[in-house]
């Protein structure tokens, strides 16, 4: 704990330190008084006494230990009343009681109905002899310099208990609270984080953020693919909607790219044989095995060759349903019996 030969600058500190909530040991800038056989005596006077300090859980001093001695062989009321201020509106301190043999007591209450009331008070009623009160932060990122008083009034009674010829064990020590770990959201985004590796912010996705896939981002990025209708990737592609014939380069004659508009290429037909017929209706669906691996897409349109030959076959039209990458399905108003000795399909695009 901070002690009274601590400037004004030191004390400042601490609080900016309590402003954030780290995750730091609970005890790591502790002083004596940390524990309670260092607790800190309050002076009383006519029934009356206090103390002031600085407790912080994110500082590493969450406990401040003080010890009251009431006077020898009288028996009365005692009450607590702890006042705090806080480095930031909201942050709680709590207090608890123990006797002489370290016997939990009492536990503070708030004062007040609010959650951010800044009181907590506790009484001992038959108080006697000597109590220790640990001062502490309860949460992670509580902290506050506070003042404890405490008032004692005399009642009827005598204590018999010698105290020091009691083993007195250490009271158990407060349990550190896990670190809260916040969701990411666009306030908070940190490409460090591994909270953050599945959000995608609105804005400041690295490129190729695993989180926006599938997403895009802003501002847009060009390497994934659902921003392909905004922006236009490097090289260019048809795929891309955003992607204009002034975005692809001039079509090279020894190499036309099917993929560049400039080029203007037509893809050659493509023929295949019939594996599989169904009546559907008026209409025969058919297997054609060929596909998107061939080149064939469902723009493209058939036509049911005559026999062995090359000639197309009188109402033989193919209209494309499908298309996979081995094979494609087809409709066409011929019937079966046609369709055994007339199996193969040529498909050509428009």
């Known amino acids: 704990m901070l002690g009274k030969s601590v400037g004004a600058v030191a004390v400042c500190l601490v609080f900016a330190i309590a402003s ?15 524990k309670i056989k260092g607790a800190k005596p309050i002076e009383m006077q006519n029934g009356e006494g206090k103390a002031n300090g600085i407790v912080t859980y994110p500082g590493g001093d969450r406990v401040d ?16 009343k702890l006042q705090w201020q806080p480095p930031r509106p909201g942050l709680q301190l709590a207090f ?3 006797d002489e043999w370290n016997t939990p ?29 640990r001062v502490y932060a309860p949460g992670r990122g509580d902290a506050g ?14 204590s018999t208990v010698d ?20 969701p990411c959201d666009d306030t908070n985004f940190d490409p460090k984080k591994n909270e953050c590796k599945s959000f995608c912010p609105a804005a400041g996705a690295p490129p190729n ?35 204009k014939i002034s975005n692809f380069p001039p079509c090279a004659p020894d190499a036309p790219d099917p993929d560049n508009p400039r ?29 998107s691996d061939n080149g064939v897409q469902k723009t493209w349109k058939g036509a049911v060759l005559q026999g062995t030959t090359d000639s197309p076959l009188a109402g033989g039209e193919v209209t494309v349903i499908r298309v996979d990458k081995k094979a494609t399905l087809g409709k066409v108003h011929l019937n079966i019996d046609q369709l055994e000795s007339n199996s193969r399909v040529k498909l050509s695009p428009p």
Request: charged content about 25%; overall charge positive.
């Open 20 to 34: 954030c909530a780290r995750n730091v040991p609970q005890d790591v800038a502790t002083g004596p008084d940390g």
């Open 65 to 80: 230990w003080k010890e009251v001695d009431l006077p020898d062989k009288i028996v009365g009321v005692l009450d607590l």
């Open 96 to 98: 608890d009681v123990f």
């Open 105 to 133: 007591i009492v536990t503070s209450k708030k004062a007040g109905k609010h959650s951010r009331a800044r009181i907590r008070t506790a009484t001992v009623e038959n108080a006697k002899g000597k109590y220790f009160i």
């Open 145 to 158: 310099k506070y003042k404890l008083t405490v008032d004692f009034k005399e009642g009827a009674g005598s």
């Open 163 to 182: 105290w020091k010829t009691v083993e007195i064990p250490d009271p158990p020590k407060l349990a550190a609270l896990p670190e809260v770990v916040e």
């Open 209 to 243: 953020w695993p989180g926006c896939k599938g997403k895009c981002p802003d501002p847009p990025d060009p390497t994934n693919q659902a921003c392909w209708d905004k922006v236009c990737p490097n090289p260019p592609t048809m795929k891309a909607k955003a992607c």
């Open 263 to 291: 080029c203007n290429v037509k893809a050659n037909p493509v023929t295949g044989r019939i594996v599989e017929n169904k009546v559907s209706g008026s209409d025969v669906l058919i297997t054609i095995a060929v596909g």
